[in-house]
């Protein structure tokens, strides 16, 4: 006995793993946000916001000058 799949059965199928996906990305995304909130706990004294968005925007140009 041969039964037919039906697109609503494929579908919930990649809609959970979508969902598993996306559930997995902010779990990650949050373990780096306390990683960072750390880090600048520790370095309160030595870090310094201006300067890493400087060196960020500035890396970022010359990202974008090389693929354009």
């Known amino acids: 006995?041969?039964?037919?799949?039906?697109?609503?059965?494929?579908?919930?199928i990649i809609i959970s793993l979508c969902f598993i996906l996306f559930g997995i990305a902010?779990?990650?995304?949050?373990?780096?946000?306390?990683?960072t909130i750390e880090y600048v706990g520790q370095r309160d004294s030595t870090f310094d916001a201006v300067t890493a968005f400087r060196l960020k925007e500035g890396a970022m140009g010359v990202y974008h000058a090389l693929i354009d």
């Open 1 to 12: 006995m041969k039964l037919k799949a039906s697109y609503t059965v494929e579908a919930a």
């Open 26 to 35: 902010i779990g990650l995304a949050y373990e780096l946000f306390k990683m």
